[in-house]
C-alpha cells in the first residue's frame, strides 16, 4: 500500500491568509489523505532572514492598501471564517509562535486555530502572556508552556529552516521540493498531492453587468487573465470593455516601483515565475518569459485603442512568441498577421485624441482606486485586482457582495 502523501503547512497567526489556511487544512486532509504537519514560524523572523521589509504594506501605496485590506475581508467572507480587523495590527506574535513551537505535535493545529480566532475573531491581545495561557487552557495545552526558555532557540532554528527552504511568506506550502504561498493557492497544492486538476466551483448566474477590464501589455499577469476574462464574461451574460492604461504612469502616480517584480526579495521571485508557469498551465495557455522584458508599451497600448480586435495578438506576440511589440516593425508585423491594417493602425496612433485617451484611462484608472493590472470594475463601482482574483470575479458577477460591500 503507497504511503500517504505528505504536506507541510508553514504558519504566523499574524498573517490572516494563513488563518484561511489553516482553517482549510481538515477538509484537504479529508479529500487528499495527506499527512499535514503544522509548521509555526516567525514571520518576522523570515523577512529578516530573506530581506523583507518587517511590515510589508506599511510601504504599500495608499491605493494598493486600500485594495488589500478589502482583499482580506473578501476573501474570509467567501469562505465563510468571521474576521474582524483586530483593534490593533500588526501585533507581536513572537511569544504565541513560541508557545506553539513547544506545544504537542498533535495539540498544534487546536491550538493554532483557536490563537486565530483570539487575533482575527475576539480581538484579543496575544502578547499578553496571561491572554495566551487562557487559550492554551481552553483547548487542553498545558498553559506552563508559555514562556517556556527552550521555546527561543526553537523558534529561531525552525523560522531559520523555513528560509532556506525557500519559505518568504505565509501561509505556505511545500509538497516535496514544491512551495506554495497563499491560502488562495489550494487548489495547487491539491493537485500535486493527488495528480488531478482541481476547480474551483463555478459560481451561478449574472444579469449582463459590464466590466471595466484595466490592462497593459507589460504585465504577465495581465496576459493572463486577457485569456480568460472574455469567457468569463460569457458565463455570467456580462460584457467586457478592456481599458489600456499606462501601466507605468499609474505606478508613478500612485507611489509604486516602476517593475515592482524586480523590488522582490530573491526568493519571491522565484516563486513569482514558478507561480506564473502554474497559472499558465491551469488555464491551458502557453507563456514564456520575454527576452525583451520589460518592454515599453507606449505603442501597441495606443494601437489597442485603435483597434481593441489587436490586443489578444499583442498580447501573444509578445507572452508566447518573445517578440518585442514596443518596436514599430513588429508591432505592425503583428497587427498585419492578425489580418489588420498595421500600417494604417500605427499610423492613428499618432493622433492627438489617441494619445489622450490612454492617458484619459489611466488617469480613470487612478482615479477609481487600481494599484496595478488587471483590475476589474463591476456597475456598481466594485474594484477587484489580479489574475489570480478571477474566480472572484466569477462570484460578483453571479450577484455576490460581501456584506459590508453592497452596492452603491
Known amino acids: 500500500m503507497d504511503a500517504p502523501p505528505e504536506l507541510d503547512f508553514y504558519f504566523d497567526i499574524v498573517c490572516p491568509y494563513a488563518w484561511m489556511g489553516a482553517e482549510a487544512v481538515a477538509d484537504l486532509q479529508a479529500r487528499t489523505g495527506a499527512v499535514v504537519r503544522w509548521r509555526p514560524i516567525l514571520l518576522g523572523g523570515v523577512f529578516q532572514a530573506v530581506g523583507q521589509d518587517p511590515v ?37 506574535t513572537v511569544d504565541a509562535m513560541r508557545l506553539l513551537v ?4 498533535e495539540q498544534v493545529p487546536v491550538l493554532a486555530l483557536a490563537l486565530y480566532r483570539a487575533y482575527w475573531a475576539e480581538d484579543r491581545d496575544v502578547t499578553d502572556l496571561d491572554v495566551l495561557r487562557g ?11 508559555v514562556g517556556a526558555e527552550a521555546a527561543r532557540s526553537r523558534l529561531r532554528e525552525v523560522s531559520a529552516s523555513a528560509a532556506e527552504a525557500g519559505v518568504f511568506g505565509v501561509p505556505t506550502w511545500s509538497v516535496g521540493d514544491r512551495l506554495w504561498w497563499g491560502a488562495d ?11 488531478a486538476r482541481v476547480d474551483p466551483a463555478p459560481a451561478p448566474g449574472g444579469d449582463g453587468e459590464t466590466v471595466e477590464f484595466f490592462h497593459d501589455f507589460a504585465s504577465p499577469f495581465s496576459y493572463l487573465a ?39 526579495n530573491a526568493a519571491k521571485q522565484q516563486w513569482v515565475a514558478q507561480d506564473l508557469a502554474d497559472w499558465s498551465e491551469h488555464w491551458g495557455v ?3 518569459w520575454p527576452s525583451c522584458f520589460p518592454v515599453r508599451t507606449v505603442l501597441p497600448l495606443r494601437a489597442a ?22 518596436d514599430p516593425d513588429v508591432c505592425r508585423a503583428v497587427l498585419d498577421e492578425a489580418g489588420l491594417d498595421g500600417a494604417g493602425i500605427l499610423a492613428r496612433t499618432e493622433s492627438p485624441d489617441i494619445k489622450a485617451r490612454l492617458r484619459e484611462n489611466t488617469g480613470r484608472a487612478r482615479d477609481v482606486g487600481a494599484c496595478g493590472v ?11 485586482w489580479g489574475q489570480d482574483r478571477l474566480d472572484l470575479l466569477g462570484r460578483c458577477l453571479s450577484g455576490w457582495r460581501p456584506d459590508d460591500e453592497v452596492a452603491r
Open 56 to 92: 510589508p504594506a506599511a510601504s504599500w501605496a495608499p491605493a494598493r492598501a486600500i485594495l488589500g485590506h478589502k482583499d482580506v475581508l473578501r476573501q474570509a467572507a467567501v469562505r465563510g471564517i468571521p474576521l474582524r480587523w483586530p483593534s490593533a495590527h500588526p501585533r507581536r
Open 102 to 105: 513547544v506545544t504537542p505535535e
Open 135 to 145: 487559550v492554551a487552557v481552553s483547548v487542553g495545552v498545558d498553559p506552563a508552556l
Open 185 to 195: 493557492r489550494l487548489h495547487f497544492v491539491e493537485a500535486a498531492l493527488t495528480g
Open 226 to 264: 486577457s485569456t480568460q476574462i472574455e469567457g468569463i464574461a460569457a458565463r455570467h451574460g456580462a460584457a467586457v470593455t478592456w481599458r489600456p492604461i499606462l501601466l507605468g504612469a499609474l505606478f508613478r502616480e500612485i507611489g509604486t516601483p516602476n517593475v515592482p517584480m524586480l523590488a522582490m
Open 286 to 288: 502557453p507563456l514564456r
Open 305 to 326: 485603442l485603435v483597434a481593441p480586435e489587436c490586443a489578444p495578438a499583442l498580447y501573444r506576440a509578445l507572452w508566447v512568441d518573445d517578440r518585442d511589440i514596443g
Open 374 to 384: 488587471p483590475t476589474y470594475r463591476l456597475d456598481d463601482g466594485m474594484l477587484i
